[in-house]
């Protein structure tokens, strides 16, 4: 079945010789008969805790103009991808958002789907981590690491949460939950977060590595640090935040990193992560339409989501 979206649409190249299928042409909606290890995304189309983060809104469009980036894009070994939908957070109603969120999530994990979430603000993680609990209960639980890469802790303590309080919600609710986990984030700028963030993370644990020790000449020392982290947990969480990449490769976020991680190094992190066996879930968060140049934001997160997907 193809999804009737004006956002699924794309070059048809069937003239041409051999396989020249796109995402647009094989994408479906159907919530039945999906095969395990289908690839599969699920949006989160919420401003709401960027807004209360006091950033700049509009990233609750971005799991569109991912899918629209996403639509051209050649399926290669890809025979059939399952477009979700979106859940949408209506006003302020970020709490009721996260937990239906989370419901979806459970939901499509559940048929053994190889889930991509996108985002929307980085509030999305509270929701994708309660969905991806959920589901890990009933497939018989163990340890969980969170790799988020990201230029932001996003460990802050104000309540109601907003988008720069997941992790620390996230890390609170498993204490409480007994549930055994490691939060490591990648690509930290510490003109980004304050000395009590910093203080912050120590206090609970947090594994983290700045920004200035993420670039290429670097990457082999974190492939073996990353590789130590996972080999501690039984499931991989990975969420990444747009805003780790310079301002130059992904201007089109709530908050642009005048440093940043390279692309590359984001890349071969989440193929890193992919190869281990221990994903279960990753994430794109924090990609704002309304603040992009010529689509280049949208394209470098249609570009991870394909990596992450096929």
């Not at 690839?39 to 807004?51: M, N, T, W």
């Not at 992009?292 to 934001?297: A, N, P, V, Y």
Request: glycine share 10%; aromatic share 6%.
């Amino acid at each position: 079945m193809q999804a009737p979206s004006n956002l699924w649409q794309g070059r048809d190249d069937s003239a041409e010789i051999g396989d020249t299928r796109r995402l647009f042409q094989i994408v479906t909606t159907a919530d039945t008969g999906i095969a395990p290890g289908t690839p599969a995304l699920l949006g989160f189309a919420s401003d709401a805790g960027v807004r209360r983060n006091q950033g700049r809104a509009g990233a609750r469009s971005g799991p569109q103009a991912i899918r629209q980036k996403l639509a051209g894009l050649p399926a290669h070994d890809m025979t059939v991808l399952w477009d979700a939908g979106d859940v949408e957070c209506h006003g302020d109603a970020l709490e009721d958002a996260q937990a239906a969120f989370g419901r979806r999530v459970a939901q499509v994990l559940d048929t053994g789907a190889r889930l991509v979430t996108l985002g929307g603000g980085h509030a999305i993680a509270w929701g994708s981590f309660q969905g991806l609990h959920a589901h890990l209960k009933k497939a018989g639980g163990g340890s969980i690491l969170i790799v988020n890469l990201d230029a932001h802790f996003d460990l802050r303590t104000r309540r109601p949460g907003n988008s720069g309080t997941p992790f620390d919600q996230i890390l609170e609710y498993c204490q409480e939950q007994g549930q055994a986990i490691q939060y490591a984030v990648f690509g930290i700028s510490r003109l980004g977060n304050t000395a009590g963030l910093f203080q912050h993370a120590r206090k609970l644990g947090v594994h983290y590595v700045e920004d200035t020790e993420m670039q290429e000449r670097h990457l082999d020392a974190r492939l073996a640090e990353l590789d130590a982290l996972v080999q501690q947990a039984d499931h991989v969480y990975l969420t990444i935040d747009i805003d780790c990449l310079p301002a130059s490769v992904a201007p089109g976020v709530s908050a642009p990193a005048a440093f940043g991680v390279p692309l590359s190094v984001v890349e071969a992190f989440a193929r890193h992560l992919r190869a281990s066996g221990k994903l279960r879930l990753a994430e794109l968060a924090e990609m704002n339409p309304e603040f992009d140049i010529d689509g280049h934001t949208a394209r470098v997160a249609a570009r991870l989501a394909w990596g992450l997907l096929a």
